[in-house]
């Protein structure tokens, strides 16, 4: 039982880094960025890259990945998104998913459906052992990463300047270019950073799943997306809770219920979610101030 | 005492609605000007246009000399201006410390440091409640910490649209007398305010705006002695 619990909190802590991406570019630029899965994949894709044709090692992978992806990310936003900025949400919603069949099939073209099989790049570290139970070290580097950055990101939007001008363009952007704070260029950091936790958990996600494929990133975004809703969309402790609290769900389904696809476990949770507390559980109801 | 802001044939649109027809007005260092009007009249679109947050279609924004109706609205505060929006717009989930930040965005750690003791001198409400987040004071507070965050620039001109909406009567005086207060340090005043009587009381000059034209323009004293204007927003 306490191998399946750390395994799901390890899944989860992948989930809650993707749900983190998702959580801050809607708190701050009020969207769904349904590409944001498609970042892990090519997150992923790179590191593999880097590895395999360029003989890097694996920390210089790492970098690559995250440097690919940050870049990608405020591609993405400045090409698809910006010009959206005062159109509908639907408007943007559909264009998010072309970004994502776009980043799906672009990756197909270059890297074909053959799955590339990603390197443990954690093989030179021995998996810790409780008890009879054994834990790899992928498990352990996923949920310490985790750790890491829930504490980087609550310090930087609590103490930076920049992390401030984030939370308070999050509130009201008309209000923020008064106080002289460039809403584009916050935008556009918020994609930047969320993006580079996208390779991070790609990176993560395919050492522990090593089979690499252009929808390697469709079905671990839909259940960060989940788990940011589970958790109250917009907020950053909500997405790492929803994020773990999914990964253990899913997991300990998977054990208890073999029969039964884990998936169905986690749509239900969303479901049941959005009918009893639909604001999520840390999600908060945004009082309209005339 | 020359031209501080000079506004000349502006003309700003909502789509095709045409909300301010071709207006022009100035401002002097050390005055404090209003603009009166009734719901609807242009006022909080004249301010946002000057503040950058609207794009004129046409007309001349002169702020000290230079033209600023290009320049991009995160740069207009650097420029020496400061709008105090319609509704306050505090950052709710801010702390009211964290508000006045913003305020200084703009500026370095040092200058917000020493300007943040000074609005909390200004107002020691503030500072009582400097960790509080914004969305749990009082409408009066409110008040007080978006004229604190807007002062937090440091402007030569601040813009204060419709501070007294909503307050009690006696909140109404004190902003009111913070803004005169304001005024005799040395910061200029363009004030919008549906609240004529007081409005005209404090102002040098004032103009009143109907349906996005300028139909009148005096001293405070000539408005509020003035017939038409008396009937229309003086209640006789
Ligand atoms: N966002 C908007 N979209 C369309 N029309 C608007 C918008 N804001 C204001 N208006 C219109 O522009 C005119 C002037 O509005 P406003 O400047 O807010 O007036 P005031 O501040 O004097 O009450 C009004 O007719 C109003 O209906
Ligand atoms: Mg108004």
Redesign the interface.
């Known amino acids: 039982m306490l191998t399946y619990l750390i395994n799901g909190i390890s899944l989860g802590s992948v989930y809650a880094i993707i749900a983190l991406g998702y959580t801050m570019v809607y708190g701050i630029a009020k969207m769904l960025n349904f590409a944001h899965g498609d970042v892990i994949m090519v997150g992923g894709y790179a590191a593999y890259c880097a590895m395999a044709y360029l003989g890097w090692p694996p920390a210089a992978a790492v970098v690559f990945s995250i440097a690919v992806c940050t870049m990608l990310g405020i591609v993405i936003e400045r090409l698809a998104y910006k010009p959206l900025r005062e159109a509908t949400s639907l408007a943007v919603l559909i264009t998010a998913i072309g970004v994502s069949y776009f980043l799906q099939n672009a990756a197909l073209l270059i890297w074909s459906s053959n799955p590339k099989i990603f390197p443990n790049i954690f093989a030179s570290m021995p998996p810790l052992k409780i008890g009879d139970a054994q834990i790899s070290a992928v498990t352990i580097v996923t949920i310490c990463a985790n750790i890491i950055i829930m504490i980087a990101l609550t310090l930087f939007t609590g103490k930076t300047k920049m992390g401030k001008a984030m939370r308070a363009v999050s509130e009201d952007k008309g209000a923020a270019t008064l106080m002289g704070i460039n809403v584009n260029f916050t935008i556009s950091m918020t994609f930047a950073i969320g993006s580079g936790l996208a390779a991070i958990a790609g990176v993560l996600l395919c050492t522990a799943y090593p089979n690499l494929v252009p929808t390697t990133g469709a079905m671990p975004g839909i259940k960060a997306f989940v788990a940011a809703v589970f958790g109250g969309i917009g907020s950053i402790p909500g997405a790492m809770i929803g994020g773990i609290l999914l990964g253990v769900i899913e997991i300990v389904a998977r054990a208890l219920v073999p029969a039964v696809p884990s998936d169905i476990f986690v749509f239900a949770v969303l479901i049941i979610v959005l009918l009893i507390k639909p604001d999520g559980l840390l999600g908060r109801k945004i009082s309209e101030k005339v | 005492m020359g031209n501080m802001l000079k506004v000349d044939g502006l003309n700003v649109f909502y789509g095709n609605i045409h909300a301010i027809k071709g207006i022009s007005f100035e401002v002097n260092e050390g005055e404090i000007v209003t603009l009166i009007g009734a719901n609807g009249a242009g006022k909080s679109t004249t301010l946002n246009t000057v503040?950058?947050?609207l794009k004129a279609k046409s007309g001349s924004i002169e702020f000290e000399g230079r033209e600023i109706s290009g320049t991009?609205?995160?740069?207009v505060?650097?420029e020496g201006m400061?709008?105090c929006?319609e509704?306050?717009?505090?950052?709710?989930?801010?702390t009211v410390r964290?508000n006045l930040?913003?305020?200084a965005?703009?500026r370095n750690k040092a200058e917000a440091a020493e300007t943040i003791e000074r609005v909390f001198e200004q107002f020691p409400r503030l500072k009582e409640r400097s960790r509080q987040t914004a969305?749990t004071l009082s409408g009066g507070e409110q008040q007080m910490l978006a004229m604190g965050?807007?002062l937090m620039?440091k402007p030569k001109l601040m813009m204060l649209d419709e501070p007294s909406m909503g307050l009690a009567p006696i909140l109404v005086q004190q902003i009111f007398d913070i803004i005169e207060a304001l005024n005799k340090e040395g910061t200029t005043i363009l004030l919008v305010e549906q609240n004529a009587q007081m409005a005209l009381s404090i102002a040098d000059r004032a103009y009143v705006l109907e349906t996005g034209k300028i139909v009148n323009t005096g001293t405070g004293k000539d408005l509020l002695n003035d017939d038409s204007v008396r009937k229309a927003y003086l209640g006789g």
């Open positions: 503040g950058g947050l991009p609205a995160h740069r505060v650097s400061a709008l929006p509704g306050r717009r505090v950052f709710a989930q801010l964290e930040e913003m305020g965005y703009t969305g965050r807007a620039s």
